[in-house]
Structure formats: structure tokens, C-alpha cells
């Protein structure tokens, strides 16, 4: 829980900071829209900071790489490839969960820019799929007698194959800070669609879908990326 | 609808999301199965109950069961694979008779959920009754060899 209010309160300070920047830009920008600002297209790619911020509150290593490409005025297609390695220190099981994600799909600006800007505030859509294995280190027996002396169970087991699959449904954010540089944040809600699990531990972190509540197949993602745009085409 | 506002839609579905629930292990879930004796007649093969039957694990300092009974669920040790009990008849008087009595077994992990960890169970190999010349414990027979639920009696005692 502090780590995610640690975490949050990044999110918030950058928030003031878009906010105020949007507003300054929108004064600024009140100008009539008689002129038709050449936008640009292109390709960018970019890097999940968030992974970054995780690697020093949580003990987790990760990495997670982003790149859209804009098709149309307001539609992105989007690619994520990743990998997490997240250790998971329970009140009864020690376990680590580690592997790869690729995630697809588009995202669709609805934001009305000011003419000459170009930031995005958008609704996403991605495909996942996570391939990923577990181990188990050691374990507290359920046992409610506690007669005998009852501490951890050292009892090493690795779980290889394992895999997911899952939607997001993606509420983010972008804003342009400079000359091609992007800073964007995004609130993510991941449906399960099915995950393969062993037969005698269960999955509780998948890479790219996070952590995994008890009888839920929702889970949530933020990410909090800086891109850089290789500019292509200009329309 | 501006900047502004959809800004701060988003801040508050950030909220939302820091709330996580917390996994809690309910008690509904059953646990590490006990091994459950019934003690009967060694004549009539019918139950029988103890008079001041004391029970204690050998190596632990704690009684487990004092009283008079005709069947009772006992822990096993999830480190290892045997538990040794003294089962003491009569206790606190001078007809006082203790006998020894080890289980062993193998055990096998069994995972449950997230909140709730693992449990044991067990697969019984063979019980031993050590022998004292005056032994009160007669036989024991094993009927459930697998004890993985505490539905009915695993084993018979006969005194």
C-alpha cells in the first residue's frame, strides 16, 4: 500500500504539471482556427518509467518497451513488449514469478487539441499474452492447531509453461514537452480471458497483467511513459 | 468537456485503483487435516471410551488433551515425517499407565489459495506402539490410510 501511494503521488505531481501546462497552452492558443497547421505522423517509441519507479520501492526488476504509429487524425496502433521479474513475499508463500508479455492494439484520441498542439488523451484497446514461469521458495502450513512448532516449509518447486491471455481497456494520456518528446501516463483495467496455472500453486503475479486477486479476473496496470517520435510524414 | 475536467477524471479513477483488497484467509477453508483415532474394545470391537486420557507429543511441552474421551483428532507434525504422542491412561492417579505411540507417514502439500498458503496431508505408513510390558494400548489398525479430510475416523484403537 505505501508503495502505491509513493507511486501515486509521482502521478499527481505530473498531473498538476499537465494541467497547468494544458491550460497555459489553451490561453495561449485562443487564436481563430483559420490555419490549417500541417500535423505530423509518424513513429514513436518509448519506455514504461514506471518499471523504473517499481525497481527501487518493490522488489522487482523489470522492463517494458512502447511504440505506436498514428494511421489516422485520431488512431494509434500500438505494440508492448515487456518482462517482469517480481518477487512476492506472502504472509504464507514466498514465490517468484518471471517472463514475457506482448501486448496490441490501438489506441483512439479524443481530445480536441488547440490548433498547433498535440497532445492526446485517449481510450485504448490491447490484446496480451504473457508467457511466464513461477517457483515457489517456502511456504507456512494452513494449520490452525499450532500444536506442534509451526514456521516455514522450505520446500523449493518450479512451474515452467505457464501462460496468459487478457484484454485492457486503457484510459491514458500524453502530453508533448518537447520538440518529438512525449511524457504520457495510462490507467489500465485488464479482463482475464484464460490463464494456464499449475496444478498445485496458482498464479499470483502475471507478466504485464500484475498482481491477480482471489476469484477476480480483473486486474489493473498503470504505466507512465516517455516517448520520442520519429517523424515520417507530415500531413 | 476541457482539459481540466477530463484530468481530473482521470486523477479519480487513480484513487480507485490504489484501493486494493486485501487477501484474507477465512476460516471457512479447511485446514491441515488432524488424524482422528477412535479407541475401542479390544474384545467386543466396540467404542470404548478412555478414562482421564492425557495426550501430549513427545519433545513438546504442551498437554494436548486431558479428559475422558472415545475419539479424538490429533495433529501431525508438518516437518516431519513421523509425530510421536504420549498417551497416558488414567492420568493423575495411581493407576496411572503412559504408552508411547508413533505415526509415520509421508506428507504431500497442497495448495489452496493465495490467502490461505498450503495445507498437509497425509499418507499413513504404519503406526508403532512401543512396547512396556504393560501396555494398555493393544492393537491399532489403520483404516484410512490417506488423511486429507477429517470426515470420519482414520484409525482404530484397541484397548
Known sequence: MMKFHTMSRYIIRFFILIIFCGGFSQENSSQPDTLKIKEKYGIRFGIDLSKQIRMITEDYKGISLYADLRIKERLFIVGEVGNDNKKIHNENIDSNFKGSYVKAGFNYNFYNNPPGLENEIYFGFRFATSSFKSEVFDYLVYDLDKYWENGRIEDYSEYNNLSANWIELILGFNAKISKNIFMGTSLRLNRMINQKSPENFGNLYIPGFNIVTEDNNFGTGITYTLTYRIPIVKK | ?159
Not at chain 2, 477465512?26 to 470391537?45: H, Q, R, Y
Open chain 2, 1 to 159: 468537456m476541457n482539459f481540466h475536467l477530463y484530468s481530473r477524471l482521470i486523477l479519480i479513477l487513480f484513487f480507485l485503483v490504489a484501493c486494493e483488497p486485501d487477501d484474507i484467509c477465512l476460516e471457512s477453508n479447511a485446514d491441515t487435516p488432524n488424524l482422528i483415532l477412535k479407541f475401542v474394545d479390544s474384545f467386543t470391537g466396540e467404542t470404548k471410551s478412555v478414562d482421564n486420557l492425557r495426550i501430549k507429543g513427545i519433545n513438546n511441552n504442551e498437554d494436548f488433551f486431558l479428559g475422558t474421551v472415545d475419539s479424538i483428532s490429533i495433529p501431525l507434525n508438518n516437518y516431519e515425517d513421523n509425530s510421536s504422542f504420549s498417551f497416558t491412561k488414567r492420568f493423575n492417579t495411581n493407576q496411572q499407565n503412559e504408552d508411547l505411540i508413533y505415526f509415520n507417514y509421508t506428507r504431500n502439500n497442497v495448495y489452496i489459495s493465495r490467502s490461505c498458503g498450503y495445507k498437509m496431508v497425509y499418507e499413513i505408513d504404519n503406526i508403532i506402539i512401543e512396547n512396556d510390558n504393560s501396555n494398555w494400548i493393544e492393537d491399532s489398525i489403520i483404516e484410512i490410510r490417506t488423511v486429507n479430510d477429517e470426515i470420519s475416523h482414520h484409525v482404530k484403537i484397541y484397548h
